[in-house]
């Protein structure tokens, strides 16, 4: 079967009337970001804010006049109120979709706990991170999901290992994808590899909290979210409604990182979601030949501004080739070398992680009193 083309889903979309202009919603300039891939294809109606909570039934027309094409698997439209009413600057941005206002399912109901995995900056390998928590967390014996919140770098399918496309048992829900006993979902299933996502914000939060709420989680204990590297509006619209039972902050231990990861570290803070520590990535370097323990970018700056922040530090993790190597193969050293020092360090992080969040979930008890 051919493939859809962008073509064939514009004109499918001018035959969307908008109720209250009485024109197509392709004339009238509302349809934007469409991404199509395998079968799978996204796309976002630019609508004013006011009228965004009413038009549930413009967006759920338009997903279905799409999905009659040949060759379309499943279709996600995403409402997206950019402009304000007065006609001013495109500023504080809301995205309606899936769900009227005031009837929305919550993102995650069957999600015991989700932590979110964070950086002021990129580069600090907070992804290789939050796989190799998810997978620790998950030799711990917990049921975990992965959800890659970055839109414009996802990397979860390739450490992951995971190829293929999603399944839809209905067309408008997906399964997650599933790989070392851990479920995944990343837009960058839903994408060619190479396509870049020339998306702006509002259509990107509209697609995240879509791709939460219509995969098929399932019964999980713990739900690893790695956030986009920043501060930006993703990452403070995440934490706002996601409902996150913690984030954990990865830095590299030279002061410019350390600088954008306490930026991080006070958002955080700011919205009043715990923080569940500092891991200091990339601390130190052992020579493979002579075994000197090099520090490449410094050693011991995150730990030292965990003390600062009077916040845990939550281990150290080296560079080491090995771990970029496996990262890169879609085999996380946590799996792959299950015995190396490495991967007893993720171990180590993801254990402290999950006591922490046992007390967190607790909540507060009394003194405890020991008995000599």
Same mark, same amino acid.
Request: hydrophobic share 40%; proline share 7%.
């Given at each position: 079967?051919?493939?859809?083309?962008?073509?064939?889903?514009?004109?499918?979309?001018?035959?969307?009337?908008?109720? @209250?202009?009485?024109?197509?919603?392709?004339?009238?300039?509302?349809?934007?970001?469409?991404?199509?891939?395998? +079968?799978?294809?996204?796309?976002?109606?630019?609508?004013?804010?006011?009228? +965004?909570?009413?038009?549930?039934?413009?967006?759920? *027309?338009?997903?279905?006049?799409?999905?009659?094409?040949?060759?379309?698997?499943? !279709?996600?439209?995403?409402?997206? *109120?950019?402009?304000?009413?007065?006609?001013?600057?495109?500023?504080?941005?809301?995205?309606?979709?899936?769900? *009227?206002?005031?009837?929305?399912?919550?993102?995650?109901?069957? !999600?015991? =706990?989700?932590?979110?995995?964070?950086?002021?900056?990129? #580069?600090?390998?907070?992804?290789?991170?939050?796989?190799?928590?998810?997978?620790?967390?998950?030799?711990?014996?917990?049921?975990? +999901? $992965?959800?890659?919140?970055?839109?414009?770098?996802?990397?979860?399918?390739?450490?992951?290992?995971?190829?293929?496309?999603?399944?839809?048992?209905?067309?408008?829900?997906?399964?997650?994808?599933?790989?070392?006993?851990?479920?995944?979902?990343?837009?960058?299933?839903?994408?060619?590899?190479?396509?870049?996502?020339?998306?702006? +914000?509002?259509?990107?939060?509209?697609? $995240?909290?879509?791709?939460?709420?219509?995969?098929?989680?399932?019964?999980?204990?713990?739900?690893?979210?790695?956030?986009?590297?920043? %501060?930006?509006?993703?990452?403070? %619209?995440?934490?706002? %409604?996601?409902?996150?039972?913690?984030?954990?902050?990865?830095?590299?231990?030279? @002061?410019?990182?350390? $600088? @954008?990861?306490?930026? #991080?570290?006070?958002?955080?803070?700011?919205?009043?979601?715990?923080?569940?520590?500092?891991?200091?990535?990339?601390?130190?370097?052992?020579?493979?030949?002579?075994?000197?323990? *090099?520090?490449?970018?410094?050693?011991?700056?995150?730990?030292?501004?965990?003390?600062?922040?009077?916040?845990?530090?939550?281990?150290?993790?080296?560079?080491?080739?090995?771990?970029?190597?496996?990262?890169?193969?879609?085999?996380?050293?946590?799996?792959?070398?299950?015995?190396?020092?490495?991967?007893? =360090?993720?171990? @180590?992080?993801?254990?402290?992680?999950?006591?922490?969040?046992?007390?967190?979930?607790?909540?507060?008890?009394?003194?405890?009193?020991?008995?000599?």
């Amino acid at each position: 079967m051919a493939a859809v083309t962008e073509q064939q889903i514009v004109d499918a979309l001018k035959h969307i009337v908008d109720p @209250d202009k009485k024109a197509d919603i392709v004339s009238l300039g509302m349809v934007s970001g469409i991404a199509v891939k395998d +079968g799978h294809v996204a796309f976002a109606i630019d609508v004013e804010p006011q009228r +965004g909570p009413h038009l549930e039934p413009l967006r759920k *027309a338009a997903e279905e006049a799409v999905h009659k094409l040949p060759g379309v698997l499943t !279709v996600a439209a995403v409402l997206t *109120a950019e402009r304000n009413v007065d006609g001013g600057p495109k500023g504080a941005a809301h995205a309606h979709h899936g769900h *009227a206002q005031g009837e929305e399912k919550p993102l995650l109901p069957h !999600v015991k =706990a989700v932590i979110a995995v964070a950086s002021g900056k990129g #580069g600090v390998g907070k992804s290789t991170t939050a796989t190799n928590l998810a997978l620790a967390l998950s030799q711990l014996g917990l049921k975990v +999901g $992965l959800f890659d919140a970055d839109i414009y770098g996802p990397s979860m399918p390739r450490m992951l290992g995971i190829t293929g496309d999603p399944v839809s048992p209905d067309g408008q829900s997906l399964l997650p994808m599933e790989n070392y006993g851990v479920k995944c979902m990343s837009i960058g299933f839903l994408v060619p590899e190479d396509s870049p996502i020339i998306w702006r +914000g509002p259509m990107v939060m509209g697609a $995240l909290q879509q791709l939460l709420r219509d995969v098929h989680w399932g019964e999980l204990d713990v739900m690893v979210i790695d956030m986009p590297p920043g %501060t930006g509006d993703t990452q403070l %619209t995440m934490s706002q %409604t996601v409902g996150l039972t913690g984030a954990v902050i990865v830095s590299t231990p030279q @002061d410019i990182a350390l $600088l @954008d990861a306490r930026k #991080g570290l006070n958002m955080f803070r700011k919205v009043d979601v715990p923080v569940l520590g500092i891991i200091e990535n990339m601390s130190y370097y052992i020579c493979p030949k002579c075994g000197d323990n *090099a520090h490449i970018f410094g050693h011991g700056g995150a730990k030292a501004e965990a003390t600062r922040l009077s916040c845990d530090f939550l281990g150290e993790v080296p560079l080491d080739i090995a771990i970029r190597e496996t990262s890169d193969r879609g085999e996380p050293i946590v799996v792959s070398k299950p015995s190396s020092p490495h991967a007893k =360090a993720y171990r @180590d992080i993801a254990a402290k992680v999950w006591e922490k969040v046992q007390v967190l979930q607790a909540g507060p008890k009394g003194p405890k009193i020991s008995y000599e």
